[in-house]
């Protein structure tokens, strides 16, 4: 027998940390996010893709979705395509459809077999999501909407966007020129573009509640009414989305924001620049990143940041996103750490939930300024936003002027009464030393 030589084993883990650098839209959560809140990122009740298939705490939705990808393969516009044909159809070799899916994808699986067992689950799903989707859209309300909403928008609970809108084009495409197997609100998506605009129109009705809450809401119609247009710059800026937590992102950011060139940190508190005289003020109409200052009155305008119990899902997921994809454009992690920066205690929360650029859902200041200053843990990310504004709080707050003033009018004039009593008070000082004066005068001249 041979001389046994000491050999080195190295494990590997079989899911690495996502490469920042890969074009994958679809990762697993770096583990060092998912150390920090695990729940956070892991679907409750439905598994979407592949990550998460398999699982036998999610398994009890596998009926729903297998009950709804029947039903919509059973609506009239779908009928001519043979169920037993469509992965074939819609995924095979010729339309190079199936690798593109998987290469969206970073990293294994643990339950899916092979690439056929793969493509069942997208194609599964995908059909699952229209149903769901189109049933919302025809006002039958299913209680399975609230219950999945917020699973639809976790990082690892994705499908790739253009599966939808290549899958419907595959459908329409091949209708036999039957219009009457066509729903109304079909008629009129014969063009791709037009088919593309509708499925964008759907999936922002189904997720209008997240834009109402942190978008931009410029009408009290619905969304749906906002997204009749094909001109209009709110879908032209959704068209390009990689999934729905991609689309939610897009719902929190305006899409013109220029980056500031100033690279600065403000670590006072919001009662502290408060005592330095900034004055909180909440906005309406506004994107929920775009904060603005005005030095004419230190004036910070900061939309209301509504925290309920589903904040911390939905912003950690966004905040992994941009972690994973867009780590020089992290405008969502840059707004955390500015609004981290300014909530120290609960007295801050309590100052900002009066100036009521905070809502608080949540009940407790200290649960919330708990979870606001632990959303930005072990997120690495530039900050080219804010800059100028942290900048300019920086200057107010040093500013002695500013400090005596804002402290003047919080001491003597808080309100009507308080101010009126200290001007009663000091007309009465002056008056009193006019007579002291006086009687001063009389008495040596």
Not at 96 to 118: E, L, P, S
């Amino acid at each position: 027998m041979g001389e046994i030589k000491p050999c080195v084993i190295i494990d590997i883990p079989e899911d690495l940390e996502p490469d920042l650098k890969k074009t994958c839209w679809i990762q697993r959560v770096p583990r060092k996010l998912r150390q920090v809140k695990e729940a956070a990122y892991t679907p409750k009740l439905i598994s979407i893709g592949p990550f998460h298939h398999g699982k036998p705490t999610l398994n009890v939705m596998e009926n729903h979705k297998t009950k709804y990808y029947h039903k919509f393969w059973e609506r009239d516009f779908c009928k001519h395509i043979r169920e037993k044909d469509i992965i074939r159809d819609f995924t095979g070799e010729v339309t190079n459809r199936r690798q593109r899916i998987r290469n969206i994808y970073a990293g294994t699986f643990d339950h899916v077999k092979d690439m056929n067992h793969f493509l069942e689950v997208i194609l599964r799903d995908s059909c699952f999501i229209f149903e769901l989707f189109l049933r919302n859209f025809e006002n039958r309300t299913s209680w399975l909407i609230k219950c999945i909403e917020l699973d639809l928008i976790m990082l690892e609970n994705q499908l790739p966007y253009f599966v939808f809108t290549e899958l419907f084009d595959f459908i329409l495409e091949n209708q036999q020129q039957n219009l009457n197997n066509i729903p109304p609100y079909l008629s009129k998506s014969q063009s791709e573009s037009e088919r593309h605009h509708f499925i964008m129109k759907m999936t922002c009705e189904f997720f209008s509640y997240y834009y109402y809450l942190y978008g931009k809401v410029t009408t009290s119609k619905s969304f749906v009414f906002i997204a009749d247009s094909l001109e209009s710059d709110e879908m032209q800026r959704f068209k390009d989305i990689k999934h729905f937590t991609d689309l939610v992102r897009q719902f929190m950011r305006p899409s013109n924001y220029v980056p500031s060139s100033e690279h600065a940190n403000c670590r006072h508190s919001a009662k502290e620049l408060d005592r330095a005289g900034v004055d909180f003020v909440p906005c309406s109409n506004r994107f929920l990143t775009d904060i603005k200052f005005n030095e004419k009155g230190n004036i910070l305008e900061v939309p209301t940041f509504e925290v309920t119990d589903f904040t911390e899902c939905l912003i950690r997921n966004v905040m992994a996103l941009e972690q994973c994809l867009y780590p020089f454009e992290a405008q969502i992690c840059n707004y955390i750490s500015l609004i981290d920066q300014h909530i120290n205690t609960d007295e801050d929360v309590k100052l900002l939930v009066k100036k009521k650029v905070v809502a608080n859902w949540l009940g407790s200041n200290d649960a919330v300024a708990h979870l606001i200053n632990t959303l930005c843990d072990e997120t690495l990310f530039s900050s080219p936003y804010y800059g100028e504004i942290r900048k300019q709080l920086n200057k107010v707050h040093e500013n002695f002027w500013n400090i005596t003033k804002a402290t003047l009018k919080r001491v003597y004039f808080t309100d009507i009464w308080t101010g009126s009593s200290t001007i009663v008070a000091v007309v009465v000082v002056i008056f009193s030393i006019f007579s002291v004066a006086s009687n001063i005068k009389d008495l040596f001249f």
